[in-house]
């Protein structure tokens, strides 16, 4: 079973920026599209960015043009880079790799926090 461990969340003000990262075990992390999503207070978990193993990539409409996910898979790593963060931004983030239409494939990990100040 692959292991995920996110980090590089933190407390940041409007308008900073945060890079995540995401570390899988195992050799499959290469052949497998992978993503990263949020759970706001309250809310349910969404997804935010994709990238297939060949490094495509689609975002939900609330980060287009702010938030760049991208792989290395030497590293089996994942990143987020949040630019122009906003304080709806807050909220625990994970990554998983996406099946089907709104499936994920691994169990979840812990997490990683992000706040976004006013």
């Known amino acids: 079973q692959v292991r995920l461990v996110e980090s590089g969340g933190g407390l940041v003000r409007a308008g900073g920026s945060l890079r995540l990262s995401c570390a899988a075990s195992?050799?499959?992390?290469?052949?497998?599209?992978m993503g990263w999503y949020r759970q706001a207070p309250g809310e349910q978990r969404d997804v935010l960015a994709q990238?297939?193993?060949?490094?495509?990539?689609n975002y939900a409409d609330s980060v287009n043009g702010r938030f760049t996910i991208s792989r290395d898979n030497a590293k089996n790593t994942v990143y987020l880079q949040m630019n122009s963060l906003k304080p709806e931004d807050t909220g625990v983030y994970y990554c998983?790799?996406?099946?089907?239409?709104?499936?994920?494939?691994?169990?979840w990990g812990r997490g990683t926090q992000v706040t976004v100040s006013s």
């Open positions: 990238i297939t193993e060949r490094g495509s990539t």
């Open positions: 195992g050799s499959i992390f290469k052949l497998l599209p």
């Open positions: 998983n790799s996406p099946v089907g239409g709104s499936g994920t494939r691994f169990a």
